[in-house]
């Protein structure tokens, strides 16, 4: 058997904001992975290259998935309530995630309630705090969590879903499937920012943008020594 868990991974600005958001909620009830949107799992499945093999058939069938991290919202759980900041799905976000979870749910072995869900009201979301329904004053701190988001400016975000990352039971990053550059990722790659500067290239030459300016040896040595421009 071979635990798995599929998310995507936020990165630059719209991660750094989140880590911000979480920062101002009180440490224990703190979303303590990286920022992030779930898309099937945790689960067990029969054969981790079979899981592999069905992210990849579902993958290369998308390419330009976009979506926006928009507004504040929470909802109950079965043993949690869950704050969190929303996400305004596209047509090509919610299909993904449907034949995701079709294709995992033939080789699943323990599937969860939100993974048989395979109709549009899948909650999208990106957690920021957790609150236990048997911690003693839920009510009181979901409130003082609530109220002092609402103060904030709430999330506007428009982003693509760039990369499907598979976890182990260590939450460690087992492989990605880059959609854009339709191929997967190793952890080393997944995590290297030559490959992230390749994809986000990749996404603006298929959204017709100019590819961004990369720095060059003088623009370092601008940085370390404080050179002028």
């Not at 799992?41 to 928009?70: H, Q």
């Not at 982003?159 to 460690?172: A, C, E, G, Y």
Request: a positive charge; hydrophobic letters at 35%.
């Amino acid at each position: 058997m071979a635990y798995i868990f599929i998310e995507f991974r936020f990165h630059r600005y719209p991660k750094q904001h989140l880590k911000e958001l979480r920062r101002e909620v009180p440490k224990e009830f703190r979303e303590k992975s990286p920022p992030h949107m779930t898309l099937y799992g945790p689960s067990e499945m029969t054969s981790i290259l079979g899981a592999l093999a069905a992210i990849e058939r579902v993958g290369k069938r998308y390419t330009l998935v976009p979506f926006e991290v928009k507004d504040f919202a929470w909802f109950d759980g079965k043993k949690k309530r869950v704050v969190h900041a929303g996400i305004a799905t596209s047509p090509e976000l919610k299909k993904l995630r449907q034949e995701l979870a079709v294709e995992l749910n033939k080789i699943s072995l323990s599937n969860q309630c939100w993974d048989r869900d395979t109709s549009s009201s899948y909650k999208f979301h990106t957690t920021i705090a957790i609150i236990g329904h048997d911690h003693k004053d839920r009510d009181r701190k979901f409130n003082q969590i609530w109220h002092h988001l609402k103060t904030k400016e709430a999330p506007h975000i428009k982003q693509h879903l760039l990369r499907i990352t598979v976890l182990n039971k260590d939450s460690k990053i087992l492989r990605e499937y880059d959609l854009v550059l339709k191929r997967w990722l190793n952890r080393r790659q997944a995590l290297s920012r030559h490959w992230w500067r390749r994809t986000i290239s990749k996404l603006r030459e298929l959204q017709g943008l100019p590819l961004e300016r990369q720095p060059s040896l003088m623009d370092w040595f601008r940085r370390i020594f404080k050179w002028p421009h």
